[in-house]
T-cell receptor, first 113, second 107 residues
Framework: NAGVTQTPKFQVLKTGQSMTLQCAQD?????MSWYRQDPGMGLRLIHY???????DQGEVPNGYNVSRSTTEDFPLRLLSAAPSQTSVYFC????????????FGPGTRLTVT | GIQVEQSPPDLILQEGANSTLRCNFS?????LQWFHQNPWGQLINLFY???GTKQNGRLSATTVATERYSLLYISSSQTTDSGVYFC?????????FGTGTRLTIIP
């Protein structure tokens, strides 16, 4: 199992550009989430999905879109990048219930200039 | 939303020492997990522990759900234990993270 994979590992964007961060998992997990991590602020939830075709907003959704067309994939789209979106982005997956340990991808470091 | 508070924010220990990290949360939860973020940024799940006690080698965790706190114990610390420890709590769908405890183990 590859677990949770994310691409790219690093990205530099100019203000106003758009891009998609890719996330895939091969553990057949129902739940997938996107977080951003900024210094001193822990991880904040951007969007999450409890199954294919179902997504919802987290704590900091503005400026980001998601879709979940398959169980495996959960891409995060930045519509018009802003310097405030400079951060490290983590994708995660888990199953609901008593054995729902959450697994994280390696992260994408994004810089917006 | 639910508030998660971790203490202490920073902890510096000699190799071989023991430590206790605390996580307080503001509402009842049915999901609580502890994670370790190593110095390279990788996040590893340590425990899924919404209640009770679990042990895994030198690490153990206890959650007292009725009093809304969880403790992570690290015994006989090693330099590889350095990093940031996060507590995350929530219901069935969402997890809210605390701001972490940064642990530094000095050889």
């Amino acid at each position: 199992n590859a677990g949770v994979t994310q691409t790219p590992k690093f990205q530099v964007l100019k203000t106003g550009q758009s891009m998609t961060l890719q996330c895939a998992q091969d553990m057949n997990h129902e739940y997938m989430s996107w977080y951003r991590q900024d210094p001193g602020m822990g991880l904040r939830l951007i969007h999450y999905s409890v199954g294919a075709g179902i997504t919802d907003q987290g704590e900091v959704p503005n400026g980001y879109n998601v879709s979940r067309s398959t169980t495996e994939d959960f891409p995060l789209r930045l519509l018009s990048a802003a310097p405030s979106q400079t951060s490290v982005y983590f994708c995660a997956s888990r199953n609901p219930g008593s054995y729902g340990e959450q697994y994280f991808g390696p992260g994408t470091r994004l810089t917006v200039t | 939303g639910i508030q998660v508070e971790q203490s202490p924010p920073d902890l510096i220990l000699q190799e071989g020492a023991n430590s206790t990290l605390r996580c307080n949360f503001s509402d009842s939860v049915n999901n609580l997990q502890w994670f370790h973020q190593n110095p390279w940024g990788q996040l590893i799940n340590l425990f899924y522990i919404p209640s009770g006690t679990k042990q895994n080698g030198r690490l153990s965790a206890t959650t007292v759900a009725t009093e809304r706190y969880s403790l992570l114990y690290i015994s006989s610390s090693q330099t590889t234990d350095s990093g940031v420890y996060f507590c995350a709590v929530g219901g069935n769908e969402k997890l809210t993270f605390g701001t972490g405890t940064r642990l530094t183990i000095i050889p």
